[in-house]
């Protein structure tokens, strides 16, 4: 099978989708060995050390590094929906996404790490801007996404409460794996 992976947000370091992230990532590629994966990074000025995923010597990964802006991929994927993941990585047959944008896609599943729902339950502590990139994403998680990753059982509870999601596309899987 073949995994592609939305790695964007490492260029963020120590926060804590930066550190999920990474640490769901490292543990895959060190794991399994049987799986291919094509991790996706874009970001206009961030760099991000690779190097942290130690893959060189493991021909099962690779990177696909491009210098879009964020704005740009958020009116690209969360606003028209429209350049499907593979048109940058390639076929997949699962494609899993993080924090800031959701790609359509061909034919891949989809996965996705939800991390909370502050905008829902904080809008006044947060950002307009992310609070705006946040909801526009979240309505194609909720209308297209096959599995969705909890990194809590309060973030599950919420994804069923606030967003209507059911619980059979719901999993948690807790941080520090």
């Known amino acids: 099978m073949k995994i592609g992976i939305d790695i964007s947000q490492l260029a963020y370091e120590k926060t804590g989708v930066a550190n999920y992230l990474e640490s769901l990532v490292r543990e895959l590629i060190k794991t399994d060995k049987s799986n291919k994966y094509v991790l996706f990074f ?40 429209i350049m499907p993941i593979e048109n940058f990585i390639g076929n997949v047959d699962v494609f899993i996404t993080s924090d800031w944008t959701e790609p359509p896609v061909k034919h891949a599943k989809k ?21 705006d990139v946040q909801k526009r994403k979240l309505k194609w998680v909720t209308k297209e996404t096959d599995k969705i990753i909890c990194i809590s059982e309060a973030t599950k509870r919420d994804a069923k409460e606030i967003l209507g999601i059911n619980d059979n596309r719901l999993s948690v899987t807790y941080p520090g794996i």
């Open 42 to 81: 874009s970001s206009l000025r961030r760099n991000f050390q690779f190097s942290i995923f130690n893959f060189q010597s493991n021909p099962n990964v690779s990177i696909k590094q491009f210098r879009i802006p964020p704005t740009i991929l958020d009116l690209m994927w969360n606003k028209l929906h």
């Open 111 to 131: 996965i996705t790490i939800l991390y909370d729902l502050i905008v829902y339950k904080y809008p006044n502590e947060t950002d307009k801007k992310i609070i």
